[in-house]
Each structure stands twice: as structure tokens, then as C-alpha cells.
């Protein structure tokens, strides 16, 4: 049997420590062992990681400029949430922790859906479906 799939998201982040201090305030942790002063591995998951890297490192990898996401959209990233309570508590934390809330909630009934800009400008989106209208 094979092992489940895995992502690993590369982000540049400006100041390491902060932008891991902005995760750690939301709750989540980062590996050790793929972690150094370039570099923490962000754990979102069993089988979903975001790899900030200082962008010195960053540039290490890219093959064009990196974009700067205070001024254009490089990316939106999508995660599930259980809840839509879990969507507002996500979101209130990462406000707290100096997030940036850049649009109106998306409430569709059947689905929830908030986003924030982290301390670095990367946009993160947190979406909760009603299970039952996927089954439809």
C-alpha cells in the first residue's frame, strides 16, 4: 500500500521568527528536523507542510524574481476547516497575531469561507462545507 501524498508549500517570509511566532499563536507547531535558521517546516497536517524559508534561501531555489505578495497575488492557499466556528477562531487568531483580513466573509449556507494575509502578505484561506451538500 502506498503512503499518502504529501504537499510541501515553499514561502519566503521576511523575518523567520516572527512569522513562526504568528503560527505558533494559531495553534500550530513545526518539525524540528526540517527546521533551521534558513528555514521551519510548518506543520499543518499529517500530510501538509508549508516551508517558510528566509528569502535568501528562497532565491536559492527560485528560477525567476520572487514576487513581493504585499504587492500582487503570488498564490492563495485553501485549507478545510471542521467547522465554521473553527474558520472564525482561525481567523480571529491570526488577526490578533497582526494577520490582515483583506475581504468579507464568504458565506454561501452550504459553505463558509474567511481569508487573512499572514505577516508576510501570503493569503490563506480557511473553508468549512456542510458535509451533507456534497452528498447530494
Known amino acids: 500500500m502506498s503512503q499518502p501524498q504529501m504537499i510541501f508549500v515553499n514561502l519566503p517570509v521576511k523575518d ?12 500550530y507547531s513545526f518539525n524540528p528536523q526540517f527546521s533551521d535558521e534558513t528555514a521551519a517546516c510548518l506543520v499543518i497536517s499529517d500530510t501538509i507542510f508549508a516551508m517558510l524559508l528566509t528569502e535568501a534561501k528562497f532565491k536559492e531555489f527560485a528560477t525567476k524574481p520572487v514576487s513581493d505578495a504585499a504587492t500582487s497575488t503570488e498564490v492563495m492557499l485553501a485549507l478545510s476547516a471542521d467547522s465554521r466556528a473553527r474558520v472564525d477562531e482561525v481567523l480571529d487568531a491570526a488577526l490578533a497575531a497582526g494577520g490582515h483580513e483583506p475581504r468579507p466573509a464568504m458565506d454561501l449556507g452550504f459553505m463558509y469561507g474567511r481569508a487573512f494575509e499572514d505577516l508576510d ?6 473553508v468549512w462545507m456542510d458535509p451533507a451538500a456534497g452528498q447530494g
Open 16 to 27: 523567520l521568527d516572527a512569522a513562526k511566532g504568528f503560527w505558533e499563536s494559531l495553534g
Open 121 to 126: 502578505h501570503h493569503v490563506w484561506e480557511f
